[in-house]
């Protein structure tokens, strides 16, 4: 058994702390040297990192390991920390499968794109005032249609780390995926 199927440490403690203590540890900061340190639960690069962390590679690069994370930096950290650990228990401690499943597209993380018919861009101005406000778009029953055949794009779960909603998303997928309720 290689060291990427071995059962992770992590997957045997448990993922759900307090959220009270992750704030608490993202006010404080967390230090450069534990991106590494998460990083390398399941193999997860340095751009993956950054574009999690809402950072630069660069700016990632530049910070020394017992730096202080920005607040931001530090809570995604953190919220990252967390649901790997909620991976981790959910795929047996198994990483390879974890880090597989985060990078494949899933239709439950997907999106529609948007018809070009509702993209308009006006200006405040032509939108008319409070007396007289004029309608910014109509549906019509052609552009219903074709919003309903409109096709899903799937994301991976990393691919919606950079929000914070993404996280809560993923780990909801997590928590079906625990529960053996399909999607």
Do not use: C
């Not at 047996?92 to 239709?107: E, H, M």
């Amino acid at each position: 058994m290689n060291t990427s199927q071995r059962p992770h440490k992590l997957a045997n403690r448990t993922y759900q702390r307090p959220v009270s203590e992750l704030i608490q540890q993202a006010r404080e900061g967390v230090l450069r040297r534990r991106v590494d340190e998460v990083a390398s639960l399941v193999g997860l690069t340095d751009k993956e990192m950054a574009h999690i962390l809402g950072m630069s590679v660069r700016g990632l690069h530049g910070k020394q390991v017992d730096e202080l994370l920005t607040l931001s930096a530090s809570e995604r950290l953190l919220l990252l920390e967390r649901l790997l650990r909620h991976g981790l228990a959910v795929f047996d401690g198994r990483s390879d499968l974890l880090s597989r499943w985060l990078r494949t597209p899933l239709q439950e993380l997907g999106y529609h794109e948007i018809p070009v018919e509702f993209q308009q861009f006006t200006s405040v101005r032509d939108m008319g005032d409070f007396q007289e406000p004029k309608p910014t778009y109509e549906r019509t029953s052609t552009s219903v249609a074709a919003e309903t055949t409109t096709p899903i794009i799937p994301q991976s779960p990393l691919a919606v780390l950079d929000t914070v909603s993404g996280f809560s998303l993923v780990d909801d997928v997590l928590g079906r995926i625990e529960w053996g309720i399909v999607g």
